[in-house]
């Protein structure tokens, strides 16, 4: 029985058969795989946080820059354990990136915020072992002095 006097029943391959209609189709999909993966890969920041108390704390004396200094030198390990993670989830990543750091204090609302630059060297570089053992010194380095000259 029909309830609209135009109702037709249609066939989906005889749909599908039309080249116009799988072009079509091809192409929603396509538009739907890379706007989900769009989302994904291109608007997820790339950001850790750690926290420390002694970033807040006044360096006035030689004893209190020592300890800062020997804190901050954990922070670039995770920062390249957190980039060889985004670069191994993303192949196709091959410009440069910042890796947004945010410094918190565990018991105050302080926040610190320091962009680290990861650039096509060290990602070219780390997919590779020869790369990786050359280049991941010289990563823990420059990221050392640039989170100290940005705190």
Known sequence: MLFWPLQKTVNLGEVLNDSFMKKALIFVLF?????????INFLSPYEITIESELAFAPTNQELDQMRMSFEAQKWPIEVLRYALMRIQQNPYLITSFFIQVSIVHPTQSKK?????????????AFRTEEGFNENYIDFLSDTYEWMLENL
């Open 31 to 39: 538009l739907f795989a890379f706007n989900l993966s769009a989302q």
């Open 112 to 124: 610190i915020v320091i962009p680290v630059p990861v650039n096509e060297r060290y990602i070219s």
